[in-house]
């Protein structure tokens, strides 16, 4: 299944690539050069640019419940060094670039894996052509999915979900569940990649739960070289399959149904 291809009014809040360079096959050596090289990218097409520190890698994992919708304004994901965003005058795309990294992010009305790829396709070329012997030390794709779940007629999340917290009976007996967040990390062989699952409660109201489930699938070994465009374009299918995959193998055909339907079909400005 093509989960952001399948549905009406699929969950996703925003969906990245993060390219990670070594040392010596580095973007470029500096920040200033890395903004020459992202004006140059940006064209008309990226006309709004900011300089924007990142965070750690461990610190970006460690996010909250708080933060989750926070995340649609397209954090990067690795390396811990300030650069440059650039944004489309609707704010819905953005690069980020520095000497050692590059990510690209579309953030809400997501148009489906197909435009994505390839804008994702064209904005690589681009740097390909702007920066030599480029070495790739790490990719990364990650969906943030959030996922609005009626509750008025005392449906259980169960219901929606299939990877929850497991109380054990004796806990249930006496406790209800009011909050949660869980972290997990995966391995598929297949893929040979890592996979991070985070998934929480991001909001709630008096007919409506909001659970985020956030995919981050990243490769750092087996790569193809940057130059070699349809290796590249493989390896992304390849993680867009297992992130696929993991989403699907986390809901259920009522969550399914859901998408699906019409009636709940919002734009990002609703």
């Known amino acids: 299944m093509a989960q952001n291809e399948q549905y009406v009014n699929p969950p996703i809040a925003e969906a990245s690539i993060t390219l990670v360079f070594k040392r010596d096959g580095a973007i470029c050596d500096s920040n200033e050069s890395a903004y020459a090289i992202g004006k140059s990218m940006a064209g008309e097409e990226y006309p709004e640019t900011t300089t ?3 965070k750690s890698a461990q610190q970006d994992q460690a996010v909250t419940k708080q933060d989750s919708e926070e995340q649609a304004d397209a954090k990067p994901n690795h390396g811990d060094e300030s650069g440059h965003a650039f944004r489309t005058e609707d704010r819905r795309k953005m690069f980020f670039i520095t000497p050692h990294t590059w990510h690209f992010a579309w953030v809400l009305e997501y148009p489906g894996w197909t435009a994505f790829s390839s804008e994702l396709t064209r ?9 030599d012997g480029l070495k790739v030390d790490g990719i990364s794709l990650r969906y943030l999915n ?5 509750t008025n007629k005392g449906i259980s999340l169960a219901t929606y979900l299939r990877t929850l917290p497991d109380l054990s009976a004796d806990l249930s007996a006496f406790t209800t569940l009011s909050d949660y967040f869980m972290s997990l990390t995966l391995h598929d062989a297949k ?5 991070e699952l985070l998934q929480g409660l991001a909001d709630t109201s008096e007919d409506n739960v909001t659970i985020m489930l956030d995919i981050d699938v990243h490769k750092e070994s087996d790569l193809p070289a940057f130059e070699d465009g ?3 374009n493989r390896l992304l299918e390849a993680l867009h ?6 989403f699907e193998s986390s809901i259920t ?7 699906n339907d019409n009636s709940r079909a919002t734009t990002a400005a609703e």
């Open 146 to 150: 959030l996922l609005t779940i009626p």
């Open 241 to 246: 399959n297992c992130e696929n995959q993991t």
């Open 253 to 259: 055909q009522p969550a399914r149904d859901l998408f």
């Open 191 to 195: 893929a040979g990649a890592k996979i």
């Open 52 to 54: 924007v520190q990142r």
């Open 230 to 232: 349809e290796g590249i």
């Open 123 to 131: 904005l690589i070329e681009a740097l390909r052509q702007r920066a």
